[in-house]
């Protein structure tokens, strides 16, 4: 069984994997994330091009460069990478080879629509007169820069099956096994994760959220949370209210045997309760080191943050109004005492 834990971004699925390394019979990878399957040129735009809704060869061929190119990112230096570059690398090319059914060299159109106004200029400049005059002069084709090796790949053979073997590749380049129950965090996007499920081996998701009070004043305040939380809206409460809303408002929120929603407060506040919830949605019983990992008593910390940062009360306040159905009642408990250590 393949279990991806996921949010929105900075909702706490990391406080549900460090809950699921206290079980003994789960393999939980939490240094990596395979993000192949969500992330833009990655497997569900590849599925869309070259399976769904291909249009004539152009939009395979696009989506199997634009994917080779995505491979390089394993080459920049200093950034931290999570899977061994030359086994990922590795891997990505295996898996996107396998997919072609064809290649040649020529040029299309996305090769001058490269946002480059004189390189545009320049490519179709090759393509109208440079080209054809001069196979004229030497009376054979002449296939160089700027044309290009292009690919063809209409709904490829095995499409799915080798999709989960390079996964599997993965997994297994990340020290986990993909034959036993493996974790790993943000594999899934948390708004629709069933997009995902085609690519793994018996998948199940839980999907973490979160308090949008909380999460509006860690975004503002992300320089009190190690520097995170700068991918969403800083600055403004309205333009994060509809951040907020739409990643989320055309989702059932329902439980199902593969998908699990979670609740970042409940995790702490409800502790107890959510671990059983769990356990059944997994199938594991054996808590061998309870709170080991997950430690409630410093989590909390990151919740009721309103009361961390009374200035921003009109913030607040718009914030319920706006999206009264995501809050938590905070009211059922304790107020938090601040004096600890939110991370």
């Given at each position: 069984m393949f279990v991806g834990v996921c949010g929105y971004g900075a909702t706490g699925s990391s406080a549900v994997v460090g809950l699921l390394k206290e079980y003994p019979e789960l393999m939980v990878c939490d240094k990596a994330e395979i993000q192949e399957a969500f992330k833009v040129d990655g497997l569900q735009d590849l599925?869309?091009?070259?399976?769904?809704?291909y249009s004539r060869h152009i939009s395979g061929d696009a989506a199997i460069v634009r994917f080779k190119k995505s491979i390089t990112y394993y080459k920049t230096?200093?950034?931290?990478?999570?899977?061994?570059?030359?086994?990922?690398?590795?891997?990505?090319?295996?898996?996107?080879?396998?997919?072609?059914?064809?290649?040649?060299?020529?040029?299309?159109?996305?090769?001058?629509?490269?946002?480059?106004?004189?390189?545009?200029?320049?490519?179709?400049?090759?393509?109208?007169?440079?080209?054809?005059?001069?196979?004229?002069?030497i009376g054979h084709p002449f296939d160089h820069w700027p044309a290009r090796k292009m690919y063809l790949s209409i709904n490829p053979e095995g499409f799915y099956e080798k999709a989960k073997c390079y996964t599997d590749e993965l997994i297994r380049a990340s020290g986990a096994d993909p034959e036993q129950t493996v974790v790993f965090d943000q594999v899934f996007e948390g708004n629709a994760p069933q997009n995902c499920f085609p690519f793994f081996r018996d998948p199940k998701a839980i999907v973490v959220d979160r308090d949008p009070r909380d999460l509006w004043l860690f975004s503002k305040y992300a320089r009190d949370a190690k520097g995170e939380a700068r991918f969403m809206p800083r600055q403004d409460v309205k333009v994060f209210v509809e951040y907020y809303k739409r990643l989320r408002e055309n989702q059932e929120r329902k439980d199902t045997d593969r998908i699990l929603f979670v609740r970042f407060?409940?995790?702490?506040?409800?502790?107890?309760?959510?671990?059983?919830?769990?356990?059944?949605?997994?199938?594991?019983?054996?808590?061998?080191e309870p709170k080991k990992y997950f430690k409630p008593e410093i989590s909390i910390n990151n919740t009721r943050l309103?009361?961390?940062?009374?200035?921003?009360?009109?913030?607040?306040?718009?914030?319920?109004?706006?999206?009264?159905e995501y809050l938590f009642d905070f009211s059922k408990y304790p107020k938090v005492d601040y004096s600890g250590v939110m991370f």
């Open positions: 599925e869309y091009h070259l399976v769904k809704q230096p200093v950034v931290k990478k999570t899977i061994p570059p030359q086994m990922y690398i590795k891997a990505a090319n295996k898996f996107v080879d396998s997919l072609i059914q064809g290649s040649w060299y020529g040029i299309d159109n996305i090769d001058y629509n490269t946002g480059h106004p004189l390189l545009n200029f320049i490519i179709l400049l090759y393509k109208k007169l440079v080209f054809p005059n001069y196979e004229k002069l407060e409940d995790v702490i506040y409800n502790y107890d309760e959510t671990v059983k919830r769990i356990e059944a949605f997994l199938g594991c019983e054996n808590h061998a309103m009361d961390r940062y009374p200035q921003c009360k009109k913030e607040i306040e718009y914030i319920e109004k706006m999206l009264p």
